[in-house]
């Protein structure tokens, strides 16, 4: 089967002038820049209503009046400067000056209230301002986003016919089913993910699809403002999880779900279309939370309407961005997903979880005494040692560093291999540090071939990420979770313990005790390798296939019919 990989969804949904075209507007940070100029003169504006009404009419009479001339100016102002003198709809527009005007004038007292009720105690001045200052914020940022996609928003209609003729590289394979995997480099996963389920198809099915992957999120040519805010994710979990953390649960509420999706829908909806006209695929699989709404809007706005399905990327905690009501098929990996999906009210979840897909190289298991040590003579690991891989995801995450001092210090034994991903300064902290290490020590980057540096291994180090986890026990190597990404990744660990494929760790101490105790403990080591075993599943990417395929069928089906009923009709 041919592979398109597409770079961003730009390059190959779309050519970069037609993608800049469907995009001329300012860009957000520029529009919320110019909406806080105008807040900023809006404020000094209703100050000085409110200052000259107050020698006639009382404190509340007079701030009332200055909240309503104010608010009707402030939405004239953005119309004109930060949406460029956007049309305006009256009804919307009337409707939103109401709100804006009642909440302005009530809403700090509602805070206030709220504060006292929550502190029983009693307030201080300082929270008190911090709740009004937040509270504002929050109502700014709040009113911004119905400005810009309720008020003055274009048109959501796409000009479809535009896009026909737009510089889309087919891929070769004319007259074979098209599948559209839709993904984002946010962490490792979500590709592999699309991988293994490309390659499954062409295992499970030669000769009759033809893969396309795009990225419209981090791809080249993605929207800036995506590229740049996605191209933080591994920073952050690497840096500040707890910052993380944060954005994780405060993206995941409902509110400000309403606000995340449109926002990204407006983003990426122009080169989706131009992906489902120009490649035609009878299938989209997203494989990325973001992308699932999307592509529901994509598929409303274009002429061609494929089958849609989601693939779960997450193993035991899952963001709401992955359900939607109006996919055709929801594929989960796990019982806990199971239910959340079904909770959540997501389209047709697939009533048996499959695990997390790994790629073709994952599916032979784990390989026999001589072909593992002529797989570590070719890696260079030393034979007769035992080996603990060591890694933290394919951003190389916080952690991996401390792990693999401390085992290389403590453990004189044991051999490590250091798997560092994408972090290229941790990959050269650690190969200075393996200089001195006796040859115990084997520093790598980002690599393609991870089931070949698994196999060679006794134990995994790792966090609690769903891939790394599915790899692992995919070929019967059990592991050791250190730590998680708070959030998506809560959850996983309980999952593989309780199957007997892992054992947390908890602090360096515990990490030397428990790998010397299984070193010299055989039969420990064999019941977590049989477990590891048991819990892997190395042909769930297999079994996704048969349903990406059969949601193809469906598909063809329908659009016969509907063929069928256009002739009738003429």
């Known amino acids: ?12 949904c779309m050519s970069p002038q037609e993608y800049r075209r469907g995009h001329q507007r ?99 001045p300082a929270q008190e301002s911090v709740a009004v200052s937040v509270a504002g914020v929050l109502t700014a940022l709040g009113r911004f986003l119905v400005l810009r996609n309720w008020v003055f928003g274009r048109s959501e209609a796409v000009d479809v016919g535009a896009l026909q003729n737009v510089g889309v590289r087919r891929p070769n394979g004319v007259g ?13 996963g979500h590709r592999a993910a699309a991988e293994a389920i490309s390659q499954a198809l062409h295992s499970r099915y030669p000769g009759r699809f033809v893969a396309v992957v795009c990225d419209p999120l981090t791809g080249s040519e993605a929207h800036r403002l995506l590229r740049r805010l996605c191209r933080w994710y591994g920073p ?58 999307a592509a529901v809007a994509a598929r409303r706005r274009s002429e061609h309407h494929p ?22 098929r929801t594929i989960t ?23 997390i897909p790994v790629r073709e190289q994952f599916r032979s298991g784990s390989p026999a005494r001589e072909d593992r040590a002529t797989l570590q003579a070719t890696l260079g690991i030393r034979l007769g040692r035992f080996v603990v891989l060591v890694t933290a995801g394919a951003e190389g995450g916080r952690g991996l560093e401390v792990w693999v001092r401390t085992i290389v210090r403590g453990l004189p034994e044991v051999d490590v291999v250091a798997v560092c991903g994408r972090n290229e300064s941790l990959r050269a902290e650690l190969g200075e540090f393996a200089a001195g ?40 190597v059990p592991l050791l979770l250190p730590s998680h990404i708070p959030g998506q990744e809560r959850g996983n660990a309980d999952i593989a313990v309780a199957a007997g494929a892992a054992q947390r760790v908890r602090g360096r101490r515990h990490l030397i005790r428990q790998i010397d105790a299984l070193r010299q403990d055989a039969a420990a080591m064999a019941d977590m390798r049989a477990a590891a075993t048991r819990f892997g599943r190395p042909h769930a990417a297999i079994r996704m296939a048969e349903l990406v395929a059969d ?18 009709t003429r």
């Not at 905690?317 to 992955?322: C, I, K, L, P």
């Not at 990996?333 to 695990?355: F, I």
């Not at 290490?437 to 980057?445: E, I, M, P």
């Open 236 to 293: 952050l979990t690497r840096g500040a999880p707890w910052l993380w953390s944060v954005i994780f649960h405060v993206t995941n509420a409902p509110v400000t779900l309403w606000i995340l999706r449109p926002l990204v829908r407006r983003l990426v909806v122009v080169p989706l279309v131009a992906a489902l006209d120009g490649h035609r695929p009878t299938v989209v699989v997203s494989a990325h939370p973001l992308m699932v709404d």
């Open 437 to 476: 290490a006796g040859g115990r020590l084997l520093v790598t980057g980002y690599v393609d071939t991870m089931s070949d540096w698994i196999r060679c291994a006794d134990l995994v180090v790792t966090k609690a990420g769903p891939s790394i986890i599915a790899e692992a026990t995919s070929v019967g």
């Open 307 to 328: 089958s849609l399905v989601t693939v779960v990327t997450d193993l035991a905690t899952a963001h709401r961005t992955w359900w939607h009501s109006q996919v055709d």
């Open 26 to 124: 300012r860009s957000v940070l520029v529009q919320l820049v110019t909406f806080g100029v105008v807040g900023a003169l809006i404020a000094t504006l209703n100050t000085v209503i409110f200052l000259v009404i107050r020698v006639w009419w009382d404190a509340l009479s007079a701030n009332l009046v200055a909240v309503i001339l104010s608010t009707a100016a402030s939405t004239e102002l953005n119309r004109r400067f930060t949406f460029r003198g956007a049309r305006v709809r009256g009804r919307r527009l009337h409707v939103q000056t109401g709100i804006a005007v009642l909440w302005y004038a009530f809403s700090s007292s509602a805070v206030l209230l709220v504060l006292h009720l929550l502190l029983a105690a009693g307030t201080t």
């Open 1 to 12: 089967m041919s592979v398109t990989i597409v770079d961003g969804a730009a390059v190959d």
């Open 333 to 355: 990996p796990s019982d806990e997903l199971l239910r959340a999906g079904r909770r959540a009210g997501a389209a047709n979840v697939h009533g048996h979880p499959l695990g």
């Open 176 to 188: 074979l089913d098209r599948v559209l995997f839709l993904t984002a480099d946010t962490g490792g």
């Open 551 to 568: 949601a193809a069928s469906t598909n063809a089906d329908a659009s016969s019919i509907a063929s069928l009923r256009k002739k009738k």
